[in-house]
DNA sequence: TTATTCGTCGAAAACGTTTTCGGTAAAATC
DNA sequence: GATTTTACCGAAAACGTTTTCGACGAATAA
């Protein structure tokens, strides 16, 4: 521990600490000559402010915290990547907890990034929560907060999100106006508004088109949206429905088990049974027959979210007024060969 | 900032601040009557310690750093996983940090760790990293690191690893015992071990079954080892070699651009060329044909080096003697398809 | 000349803990 | 009854900064 202390480097220049403080701190009191001595002796000694100090005399970490429902997912690592990017831009260091899809533990998380007096938190929250009194105690204790991606609409701090039903209606309509006719949703749980509103866009997308909506075409994927998911109600919707003409898939992973599925049992894609995805996960390129889907943008929602909060952060500390945005990120429909008849 | 402090619950009380800290820290010289009232007090108003003094006072932040080449991987995200899971079972929270593969923003990156005074440092190499002084200075300065998956062998620390050599060993032989006879090897870059490793097991297998070993059969993927490397390679290989019937590929990524390739050109797996990847990510049971591969224990990986990183942590806060250890993961062949001949 | 401003510096308090050390009263020992 | 032990408590220093406030000499203004 040969850490060198601001005083070592006050006494080894024959002045005070206080001095020393200030000429690092850009005080004007300070004459040009010992500042430039200060300097010098400092990078001399290498001179590292001892943050622990310095956090508890100006009560900021320059840290913030994050906290993803799962961090094994090609979205929410898209996601991290651009946090990381961005507070290593702002000079921020990031402390990362994963939920794991569980409200009591997105709760205890919130309360030890607040112990640990993180200068902010970004969340996108579990499936599982329905009750964001966790979140407005972080924000009353002055902690901003911004939502992304899983996001509650009645919490009043900033958000960053795609229009999932904007999205979601997109893709119904260009299933559509390819001609197909009887068009299943494999969605997600119940409570997160994204899978909700993805519905909601599949249901408007019909009926805006004088489709009839029938909820025995809407299967639930409430396991964890995820590949299984997708397999094991594939088995379902080909036995309960045989004219099935196309599939919008909540996730890629679910559109993924479809298409194992339906490879599987030799049902061609897309001439039988076109397959709809959400999200652009990389693998959509790799598997056959591609699939197509809506691009999310994980690296500008992450990027965006932390510029928002540590802009936030920054407006706290100089006591301004902060006004909360809601950011809404472009999607657009990849088209590949999954939808692709010929 | 309605943060209750220890001289707000010691004058609720009418006792001292040492008493009341003693009462919470288990010293034994304070009465069990004011212990208990201590306690009630400490629920009832709501007390949390203030970290930045206590990180102050005792010189550790119970806060580990991780430094990863890159966050989108299945592989890297699994290894995090492991780390969050056990880094929040011993109460530690973790930095992440992305090095990018830039050996630079790796070294940077390591004294931001270091002047964050974290408590250890858990790290896998970049790909550019052949020179390990910044690490060697992290345990000069008493900081533990535990190096996985791109370790260096000459650095003095402990290390946890799977038998790359071995495990590629396995792989090739595997080919071999299956009849395949002139088997390619697409390899990552020169520097990183686990690529060298490969390589090596590659090479050693052709050997001991006495098939001669043809440099021109090996083929750099330097880009980032992933899909387009493979997918460009594979196109140079069945232009150069019209014989091969097997590739050994360094990374399951590389062998998904490998198999999109001979899907494309109608070249049949495995019964014109057999593919074997490396890591068993997700996506090789999707794809077509299914991937054989290696099981590389990413989440494993993580919560042992964690393991290891939080006992040694305690070692030298206790100034016990830590011995270093180097874990190698058993890693085992996932047979499917792409290397199954009817 | 005296009064005021300016430029430069340092003493000291504060942030909230932890821990050492000594002190006092009651209990136990002689 | 005198001494020692035990049980319990608190004063104070320390961790390394940041920031307020006042001080002092020199330069300027009156």
């Given at each position: 521990?040969?850490?060198?202390?601001?005083?070592?480097?006050?006494?080894?220049?024959?002045?005070?600490?206080?001095?020393?403080?200030?000429?690092?701190?850009?005080?004007?009191?300070?004459?040009?000559?010992?500042?430039?001595?200060?300097?010098?002796?400092?990078?001399?000694?290498?001179?590292?402010?001892?943050?622990?100090?310095?956090?508890?005399?100006?009560?900021?970490?320059?840290?913030?915290?994050?906290?993803?429902?799962?961090?094994?997912?090609?979205?929410?690592?898209?996601?991290?990547?651009?946090?990381?990017?961005?507070?290593?831009?702002?000079?921020?260091?990031?402390?990362?907890?994963?939920?794991?899809?569980?409200?009591?533990?997105?709760?205890?998380?919130?309360?030890?990034?607040?112990?640990?007096?993180?200068?902010?938190?970004?969340?996108?929250?579990?499936n599982?929560?329905?009750?964001?009194?966790?979140?407005?105690?972080?924000?009353?204790?002055?902690?901003?907060?911004?939502?992304?991606?899983?996001?509650?609409?009645?919490?009043?701090?900033?958000?960053?999100?795609?229009?999932d039903r904007?999205a979601a209606y997109?893709a119904v309509t260009?299933l559509i106006?390819?001609?197909y006719k009887k068009i299943a949703h494999f969605r997600g749980s119940y409570t997160p508004q994204n899978s909700i509103d993805r519905f909601l866009g599949y249901k408007k997308a019909l009926e805006d088109h004088?489709i009839p909506y029938d909820p025995s075409l809407v299967y639930l994927c409430d396991h964890n949206a995820d590949?299984e998911d997708g397999y094991a109600n594939a088995q379902k919707l080909v036995n309960d429905h045989k004219d099935v003409d196309a599939v919008f898939a909540v996730t890629?992973l679910v559109a993924?088990g479809i298409?194992?599925y339906?490879?599987?049992?030799?049902?061609?894609?897309?001439?039988?049974i076109a397959v709809f995805g959400f999200?652009?996960?990389?693998?959509?390129?790799?598997?056959?027959?591609?699939?197509?889907?809506i691009?999310?943008?994980?690296?500008?929602?992450?990027?965006?979210?932390?510029?928002?909060?540590?802009?936030?952060?920054?407006?706290?500390?100089?006591?301004?007024?902060?006004?909360?945005?809601?950011?809404?990120?472009?999607?657009?429909?990849?088209?590949?060969?999954?939808?692709?008849?010929?």
């Open positions: 521990m040969n850490d060198t202390r601001l005083i070592d480097i006050a006494t080894a220049l024959g002045i005070s600490v206080t001095t020393v403080s200030k000429a690092l701190k850009g005080y004007t009191d300070v004459s040009e000559t010992t500042r430039a001595k200060v300097l010098e002796m400092v990078t001399s000694m290498n001179y590292k402010p001892n943050v622990n100090a310095v956090n508890l005399r100006t009560n900021e970490t320059k840290t913030i915290g994050v906290i993803i429902p799962t961090m094994v997912h090609h979205f929410f690592s898209s996601v991290l990547n651009g946090i990381l990017d961005e507070a290593e831009n702002r000079e921020y260091l990031v402390i990362i907890l994963q939920s794991n899809e569980k409200y009591e533990l997105e709760k205890k998380q919130i309360a030890l990034l607040l112990q640990k007096r993180v200068d902010g938190i970004l969340i996108s929250l579990s599982e929560t329905d009750d964001f009194s966790h979140i407005n105690e972080a924000i009353k204790k002055n902690t901003p907060v911004v939502l992304f991606d899983k996001i509650a609409k009645l919490v009043n701090c900033s958000k960053v999100v795609i229009n904007k997109d260009y106006e390819k001609g004088n590949f890629d993924i298409i194992k339906l490879n599987e049992i030799q049902i061609k894609i897309p001439e039988q999200s652009n996960w990389f693998m959509s390129t790799v598997i056959s027959p591609k699939l197509t889907t691009d999310q943008p994980g690296y500008d929602i992450g990027q965006r979210a932390a510029s928002i909060l540590i802009n936030e952060i920054a407006q706290i500390k100089e006591h301004l007024p902060v006004t909360h945005q809601t950011i809404e990120l472009p999607t657009h429909i990849i088209e590949r060969e999954s939808t692709l008849r010929s």
